[in-house]
């Protein structure tokens, strides 16, 4: 996973609450067995009505969502976060997330920025109002700008996620820190353990 400290980008306004991770990648999309191609399912149900904000030519291309409160929610699938990634968001800024859908994102190497609700509403009209507006994710500085429109504003983040996002660490990173001792404990292993993998 890619170290993340700044995101800048336009953003797409997802104006919806209480949105589950059976909405964000619906269960038919759960059969794949590779962690690729999500992204062509990413909220599949809702992309069938042409006038649905992902379906927006001024949206292709954004690196942030922008959503309502309680994102996230619902079954604890991977799968929301990698269709997220897959389609090419890198943060998604919303006054609440369900708790699973947070930590799978920060395995993932996508933001969870947790704004408070007059920031994230400021941000939602603000990009509504101008589509092409550049939103900025501050990982470091732990905030959400948007200098064309004034806009400026904290976003919360566990410091253990954050350390995560900003070095790149995944599960698998995190366990190859330790591995000179996990060298050292199989080195003196007693012959009679049973051998590991």
Known sequence: ???????????????????????????????????????????????DDPTF??????????????????????????????????????????????????????????VPAEVTPELSRALMDAVLADPELEVTVDLERRLVEVPAAGIEGPFTLAEDARHRLLNGLDDIALTLRHLADIDDYEARRPDWMPASA
């Open 1 to 47: 996973m890619k170290p993340v400290r700044v995101v800048t980008g336009r953003a797409v306004p997802l104006d919806r609450s209480d949105v589950d991770t059976d909405q964000i990648i619906p269960s038919e999309w759960l059969k794949r067995i590779e962690r690729t191609g999500f992204g062509a399912g990413l909220f599949a149900e809702w992309r």
């Open 53 to 110: 904000v992902l379906n927006e030519p001024g949206h292709a291309g954004a690196t942030i969502l922008l959503a309502g409160p309680n994102f996230g929610t619902g079954s604890s699938r991977e799968h929301a976060v990698w269709a997220l990634v897959d389609y090419g968001f890198e943060v998604v800024v919303s006054p609440r997330f369900g708790d699973i859908f947070r930590n799978n994102a920060t395995k993932s190497g996508l």
